[in-house]
């Protein structure tokens, strides 16, 4: 078992920025990668940047060159900073993190934190 706290997020203007953190504790040792995803309204869940073990990250193209994910292995800790913002980011960000046990994949998520971002 993971469990998962975000912190962060709140309102800005576009082209603001605003830093969502997510803390991991449990089985952290068993993580293969964690990462960001959001929900806005009306939409699906979808990936915003994810980060492995090894240091590789993956992230939407709607971010590319905007947001920046990292991981704190010391304080077990993975950040996303998001600058440039823009209304469409508008979402509900979930921290989640995938472990792998004997070949079992599970993924655990966080509760969620509310980025809102307007004129």
């Known amino acids: 078992q993971v469990q998962l706290v975000e912190s962060g997020g709140g309102l800005v203007q576009p082209g603001g920025s605003l830093r969502v953190s997510c803390a991991a504790s449990?089985?952290?040792?068993?993580?293969?990668?964690v990462g960001w995803y959001r929900q806005a309204p009306g939409k699906e869940r979808e990936l915003v940047a994810v980060?492995?073990?090894?240091?590789?990250?993956e992230y939407a193209d709607s971010v590319k060159g905007r947001f920046t994910i990292s991981r704190d292995y010391a304080k077990n800790t993975v950040s996303l900073q998001m600058n440039s913002l823009k209304p469409e980011d508008t979402a509900v960000y979930y921290c989640?993190?995938?472990?792998?046990?004997?070949?079992?994949?599970?993924?655990?998520w966080g509760q969620g934190t509310q980025v809102t971002v307007f004129s």
């Open positions: 989640m993190a995938e472990t792998g046990i004997g070949g079992v994949i599970s993924d655990y």
């Open positions: 980060i492995t073990n090894g240091g590789r990250t």
């Open positions: 449990g089985s952290i040792l068993n993580i293969n990668r």
